[in-house]
């Protein structure tokens, strides 16, 4: 209830779900998004989320930029302090 942005999140996903636990009121979910019902040991799908697939451009941007973190994660553990300088690049963008 406090976070009034989640409806922007549907825009850079393909089906959004919402993950709670067994006391969560779940009426106050919206009807079109997902339902995950989850504790520390498991979870059950109680909902499918309908799908509404993001346009082509975003999806390459999100893939690209997901490609050049992990990349950068990976040679951060070669060369930590070269890193730095990049990361600090990308989180401008």
Not at 7 to 16: G, I, K
Not at 17 to 23: P, R
Not at 37 to 66: G, I, K, V
Request: charged residues 25%; hydrophobic residues 50%; contains cysteine.
């Amino acid at each position: 209830m406090s976070d009034n942005k989640w409806h922007e999140y549907r825009d850079f996903c393909d089906a959004l779900f919402f993950a709670v636990d067994s006391d969560f009121p779940l009426k106050i979910l919206p009807n079109d998004t997902g339902l995950i019902l989850a504790d520390t040991q498991e979870a059950e799908l109680l909902r499918e989320a309908p799908w509404h697939l993001m346009p082509p451009a975003r999806r390459r941007s999100l893939m690209q930029r997901f490609a050049m973190l992990a990349g950068l994660r990976l040679a951060a553990l070669q060369d930590p302090q070269g890193v730095a300088a990049q990361r600090a690049l990308l989180a401008v963008e």
